[in-house]
Each structure stands twice: as C-alpha cells, then as structure tokens.
C-alpha cells in the first residue's frame, strides 16, 4: 500500500468511526475519493468536519509518526479548500508529511 492509499484509508477510518457510527447520522457519508466533505452538498456540518480533521490528525500523526495540523492559516486561506473531497484533503495531507520529513 503506498503513502496516498494509506491516508485514504485513515480518511475512510475516521468516516466510519466518527461520522457514520452517530446514531442520529439518517445517510451514512459515502467512502470515495470524490466524497465531498466541505463546500457543497456533503452532508458534513462544521462539527462532524471538526472531528473528521482531529480524526484524521491523531491517525496519520500515529501511523506516519509525524505531527501534522490540518486545519492550519494555510489551509483556511487556500483558495481551493483542502477539505473539499476527500481526495484533495489526502492530497494536501500528502503535501503536509512531505515539508515534514523535509525539515
């Protein structure tokens, strides 16, 4: 399994552990890189979005062995969100462990 197919994977842990398993969840968020989490029809309100980041944070910190913050200035001031899908927020986790193991 290479890096990106791993921090999907922590993406869709977290999906399953944080979103989907909420009793009052009524439509489980669906597992694909073309989910949309953030800025359109995704189902996601801002706190299910705040667990889904520090999720996904404390996995990748604990897989990876590497501090990382998602939810960064950088990250809020992009113009394309990173927390779009969950294909561009791998993307920019990706991005993130990289200037990581670069310092």
């Given at each position: 399994?290479?890096?990106?197919?791993?921090?999907?994977?922590?993406?869709?842990?977290?999906?399953?552990?944080?979103?989907?398993?909420?009793?009052?969840?009524?439509?489980?968020?669906?597992?694909?890189?073309?989910?949309?989490?953030?800025?359109?029809p995704s189902g996601l309100d801002s706190l299910d979005l705040v667990n889904?980041?520090?999720?996904?944070?404390?996995?990748?910190?604990?897989?990876?062995?590497?501090?990382?913050?998602?939810?960064?200035?950088?990250?809020?001031?992009?113009?394309?969100?990173?927390?779009?899908?969950?294909?561009?927020?791998?993307?920019?986790?990706?991005?993130?462990?990289?200037?990581?193991?670069?310092?």
């Open positions: 399994m290479n890096k990106k197919e791993k921090v999907v994977e922590i993406i869709y842990n977290i999906i399953d552990e944080e979103i989907n398993s909420l009793p009052s969840r009524k439509n489980p968020l669906i597992k694909s890189e073309d989910t949309v989490l953030f800025g359109g889904l980041i520090i999720g996904v944070e404390e996995q990748v910190g604990d897989v990876f062995h590497c501090e990382i913050a998602i939810a960064d200035e950088s990250a809020m001031s992009e113009e394309n969100s990173p927390y779009r899908t969950v294909n561009t927020l791998a993307g920019y986790i990706l991005n993130l462990l990289e200037n990581a193991s670069d310092a």
